[in-house]
């Protein structure tokens, strides 16, 4: 029930409630440790244009938490991040990427510059 009331909240709220509620999912010693969650909760906040949110959505793409993993969309969603001048974020395309073939970067760098259009670059205007 106590879950439930937070996803409501979340759902109503903007996205800085929703990454609070997924930072709350993906703190591993935590009783509500899910990342499933946490990730449904990142991806909800990356795609209302939170920077952090696009760079831990990254992250559990990269490690397989939550979902399975997935270099192509971890490249993605942290090269997001990277357009929007996030250091982090910049270190961590690095490893991703040297993880990757060049037909996962290639569908990468397509995915990442969706996203962006999509996702930021019409909150820029």
């Known amino acids: 029930m106590q879950r ?31 990342y499933r969650q946490a990730h449904h909760w990142y991806k909800n906040a990356a795609k209302n244009g939170s920077l952090r949110a696009q760079h831990r959505l990254a992250t559990l793409y990269a490690r397989g938490a939550g979902v399975d993993q997935d270099y ?4 993605a969603w942290c090269k997001v991040a990277v357009f929007q001048h996030c250091r982090c974020a910049r270190r961590k395309l690095d490893i991703i990427e040297a ?27």
């Open 99 to 125: 993880r990757m073939n060049f037909q996962q970067l290639r569908i990468g760098r397509w995915l990442a510059q969706d996203y962006y259009d999509r996702y930021v670059s019409h909150r820029l205007k």
């Open 4 to 34: 439930f009331g937070m996803a409501m909240h979340a759902e109503e709220r903007g996205c800085s409630t929703q990454l609070e509620l997924a930072d709350l999912y993906s703190r591993r010693n935590s009783p509500l440790c899910d």
């Open 72 to 75: 192509t969309r971890a490249y």
